[in-house]
């Protein structure tokens, strides 16, 4: 578990890393907010009191996203490969390691250049709505919050959408239904399950995740529907609507630009085999 004193320290070291290079930075906030005490997930490191250097682990099933930065002014002082080392060493079994950069970090392309054991796997688009008009539409799909019998039903979708293994899409699921900062709801036409997005709401924005439609379903509307009415309902409460998609999802990214979605960062992935 991550101390309230720490998180404020992490997003006291987020900004100034962005700042300095301009950057956004993917350190899953939601996850950091619910650590459990089992798995040591985070590694610090500090100069007297302050937070220099942080790397964080986020497991996803039998997948590893690592994420971490450095002080503009502690910097090339080995801190990030250290923290990286320690954090690969108490990695629990995983099939898959990734290490997460944005694309225009030079800080970050130079230090990946420099790995032997780490190679380019695929970029995310983190895309955004904000600050136009809405699209007019008529609502033909609902939402229902996901309960426990929906569970098989949403690791199923993850499976045929997203190429999760069965097993890696329960693990996540599973923690995706207990955390108490994210909604996690179905997406249903004529009482029949279709599809499903989670949302989580912080700092006046609201993020969308893992939203899929079942194949059968897809090309009928029914995806952009469920999109316009988040939209609709995120910005009658003033949020910006973020979600992030799969730079080869060209079907997605056309969905997403339809609905008004606009690209502003680009976040790289990294295999790093040991």
Known sequence: MITEKQL???KHLQDECEKFEEINLKLNWEMLR???????????????????GFVATYYFGEKVEICGMVHPNFRRKGI???????????LAPVSTILLN?????????EFIKKQENCTYSFSE????????ELIEFTPIVNFTKAVQLDFAFISNLDVVCFGFEK???????????NEPDRALYIIEVNNEKIG?????????????????????????????NALLQIIEKENKIGNEIHLEVALENSNAKKLYTGCGFRQYNTQDYYV???
């Open 80 to 90: 990030f490969s250290n923290l990286l080392n320690e954090a690969l060493n108490n």
């Open 8 to 10: 404020i320290e992490i």
């Open 101 to 109: 950069a944005p694309e225009v970090s030079k800080t970050a392309k």
């Open 272 to 274: 790093i085999k040991r």
């Open 34 to 52: 619910n650590r459990k005490n089992d798995l040591k997930e985070d590694f610090f490191y500090y100069d007297k009191d302050q937070l220099v």
């Open 125 to 132: 688009y983190q895309m955004v709505w904000k600050e136009q």
């Open 167 to 177: 097993n890696d899409a329960e693990k996540y699921n599973q923690r995706i239904l």
């Open 196 to 224: 499903k997005l989670s949302l989580l709401r912080e700092n006046n924005e609201s993020w969308i995740y893992g939203f899929a439609i079942l194949p059968e379903y897809q090309g009928k509307g029914y995806g952009k």
